[in-house]
């Protein structure tokens, strides 16, 4: 009877070793992230609370005290910076993928860099050119093929990459600068095939950090997930979304 008791006990206990991981996570990502996340809580058992925005957005939410472990950005601006003000731990920072920027349409037509110059096109999506990397990344395209004053008044910005592809998914703008991995993400029902994929040369290189926070360095599931982001199976998936 004492044993049958004591089994009963166990088996109502939590389980001890079930954790969290808050991860701030960059809007680009966001679908990735959500889409891996069953794979980590499978094999961890421990489960990820996920919160995205624009970069520029968490770093300063994280400046301000956010409880996040773990911050996936979309550039390895924003990780550097929090290293400088000790809100990261300086050798956890490692570049977990390179974003890819496409110009794109809800409709499947050709789309190429002619478009932009279409009289036809009265409205152009790009994200927030101060907090996002991706708006940053159109602004030096649009600069570099001589186009950003010319197309300054078509111009309609998003908070986030995230709300720049609704821009375009809504009808509110005919074309917009989005992340390739958005055009990929199996829940895109518009247009996944046609699109502009913006030579690299055009902007600078989209090196996606992902860094240890303050906050989390003494969680070791915060340090386990950033190993898992690293595994094989993880390389696979994110190729599948078009990073490189």
């Known amino acids: 009877m004492k044993k049958l008791a004591f089994l009963i006990l166990i ?11 808050r991860v701030a996570v960059a809007a680009n990502f966001l679908a990735t992230l959500k889409a891996l996340a069953p794979e980590y809580e499978a094999q961890s058992g421990h489960k990820l609370i996920i919160s995205g925005a624009s970069s520029g957005k968490l ?14 950005s979309a550039d390895k601006f924003y990780p550097e910076k929090l290293v400088e003000v000790d809100k990261a731990v300086a050798n956890s920072r490692f570049t977990y993928a390179v974003g890819r920027l496409v110009l794109w349409s809800r409709d499947k037509q ?20 101060r907090t996002a990397p991706y708006g940053t990344a159109a602004q030096h395209v649009l600069q570099k093929i001589g186009l950003w004053s ?5 111009l309609v910005r998003g908070e986030s990459i995230g709300q720049t592809f609704q821009f375009v998914a809504s009808g509110n703008a005919q074309l917009g ?26 902007y600078p290189l989209l090196e996606q ?8 360095k003494n969680n070791p599931n915060a340090r386990n997930f950033l190993e898992f982001l690293k595994s094989d199976v993880v390389r696979d998936a994110i190729r599948q979304y078009g990073y490189l």
């Open 150 to 154: 010319t197309l300054k008044d078509k």
């Open 110 to 129: 050709p789309i190429d860099r002619a478009r932009l110059s279409d009289p036809d096109i009265k409205r152009i999506a790009i994200a927030n050119t």
């Open 209 to 216: 950090e992902a860094v240890l926070l303050t906050y989390g």
């Open 11 to 21: 088996f109502l206990l939590p389980d001890v070793h079930a954790g969290e991981v």
């Open 59 to 72: 770093y300063a939410h994280i400046l301000n005290g956010a409880p996040y472990d773990v911050l996936l």
């Open 177 to 202: 600068f989005i992340a390739l991995s958005q055009v990929l993400n199996p829940k895109n029902h518009f247009n996944r095939t046609s699109y502009w994929l913006v030579p690299q040369d055009h």
